[in-house]
């Protein structure tokens, strides 16, 4: 069940899949055929032009982040490869074959019963970040169930996690009804709260950094088009900072700038189209809600790319680029060398910028301490990663050498998760298992109060600073 569920994805992918999910959901919700196959197209225009928008973007900035690294001149044992190529080997895994089918039910069942609004199978491939550990677990226990166990577990904490940042994910990103779904993104959502809980105790909500202040204060400079030229100049010469004397030098760093640039201007006329398509579905749960029939609020999952190009998150993202090879660097103990996954930085940070609202300055303190605190998690796992990559036929550069994800395997909260299954004492797991049934009755019952509270805690601090 699971390699047909994969070749189906992997034949029509998200900007199919999305799209007749939102068909099937808007005739149940009897919106009009038209509207809803209006509606259906503009998302798989909208994630067709995030997916063509990302792959253009990221060709001509990664050369410039592998100068910025190779021109630390230091060689750490674990080598960063990438989600791309950690997805490959999710998904060559038996255990991970496994999970596609039982994430595809437990997921739908628990949208239906109504455990959760989140319709997590709108973004079924990022199910890989599961996979990824269940296969250590069955590499290093070679117990099928409680790798699988583990997998349950995690996506029971994914979907919670999910659940508590959905309204503030949906409203800052302007993606009516949808959620941001991604396991090794989610992970972070308690950390992005407490932290910017502590961030504005210690007054630094006050220094309101984000893209509207900016705009105000520095004019046509601050607009976003003209912030990616600048941010865009900034990498480019961070990445040849030796070689600034050369002409070539210079039409790579101005190539980066002008690029930059236009995912700024286009990113937001994609994600209007993108938005679009969730109109007809809003205006039908209301009217549901007003005839007075049983509805509940519903989120779809969708992927990360709706966020990526979001002038704070592609911001905060880049400056984390250089911010997080220096820390890689001065960390003592750390062993791991983020080089591929550095340019996803701006998919990982969307958590810590919807919870705070877009403030820059307050996204790069969170952002800061989050990834490194995920540096010493991949510099653990990395023998284990790399021996379920050897095993499905991953070729290592060199012997003494290890591989990781900086994207997908720096999420602390999976990785203490991991760590209590890996102790395979039932007490643990018991208790891990009894926490997430307290945290979810205690979200519950307080849903409406958490949502109020990401929602209101940084306009306030806006209104103070403006």
């Known amino acids: 069940m699971g390699k047909v569920i994969k070749a189906i994805f992997d034949t029509f992918g998200p900007a199919i899949f999305v799209p007749v999910v939102l068909y099937i959901v808007a005739r149940v919700l009897k919106v009009k055929p038209k509207k809803a196959f209006d509606s259906a ?110 997998m349950i577990v995690m996506n029971l904490y994914v979907l919670l996690f999910s659940e508590i940042l959905q309204k503030r994910w949906s409203t800052y990103y302007n993606y009516p009804n949808c959620a941001l779904v991604a396991p090794h993104h989610v992970g972070a959502v308690p950390y992005a709260i407490a932290m910017d809980w502590l961030l504005n105790k210690l007054g630094l909500n006050k220094i309101n950094l984000n893209p509207e202040t900016l705009q105000k204060r520095m004019g046509f400079l601050g607009e976003p088009t003209s912030l990616g030229l600048i941010l865009g100049l900034f990498l480019g010469i961070m990445g040849n900072i030796g070689h600034l004397s050369s002409l070539e030098t210079w039409g790579e760093i101005t190539t980066v700038s002008i690029t930059t640039a236009a995912v700024m201007a286009i990113f937001p006329k994609v994600a209007g189209i993108f938005a679009a398509a969730f109109t007809p579905l809003t205006e039908a749960s209301k009217k549901t809600a007003k005839s007075g029939i049983k509805s509940r609020e519903w989120y779809l ?95 290592i550069p060199s012997a003494a050498m290890m591989i990781t994800s900086f994207g997908i395997l720096t999420n602390p909260t999976l990785g203490v998760l991991f760590l209590a299954f890996l102790t395979q004492n039932v007490f643990v797991i018991a208790g891990v298992i009894v926490l997430y049934f307290v945290l979810y009755f205690w979200f519950r019952k307080n849903k409406e109060r958490v949502h109020n509270y990401l929602e209101n805690v940084n306009a306030v601090a806006v209104d103070e600073t403006n």
Request: proline share 4%.
């Open 301 to 395: 999952g969708v992927n990360d790319a709706a966020g990526y190009g979001e002038t704070a998150t592609l911001i905060t993202g880049i400056l984390l680029i250089p911010i997080m090879v220096l820390m890689a660097l001065i960390l003592p103990g750390n062993k791991t060398l983020p080089m591929v996954d550095l340019i996803a930085l701006p998919f990982m940070v969307e958590v810590i910028i919807a919870v705070s609202n877009g403030n820059i300055f307050k996204g790069l303190i969170s952002g800061t301490i989050w990834f490194s605190i995920g540096l010493y998690m991949t510099s653990y796992t990395a023998p284990m990663f790399t021996e379920v990559a050897t095993q499905v036929g991953v070729t």
């Open 41 to 150: 197209l503009f998302a798989g225009v909208g994630l067709t032009g995030f997916t063509m928008l990302i792959n253009s973007f990221i060709p001509v900035i990664v050369p410039t982040v592998q100068k910025m690294v190779d021109n630390t001149g230091v060689n750490l044992p674990v080598l960063d490869i990438g989600w791309q190529a950690t997805s490959v080997v999710a998904y060559s895994t038996k255990v991970g074959m496994i999970f596609v089918g039982i994430a595809l039910l437990i997921q739908t069942i628990l949208f239906l019963i109504g455990w959760t609004n989140v319709f997590m199978p709108g973004d079924l491939w990022n199910n890989y970040s599961f996979m990824v550990w269940g296969s250590m677990i069955y590499l290093l226990t070679d117990n099928m169930m409680l790798s699988i166990l583990t």
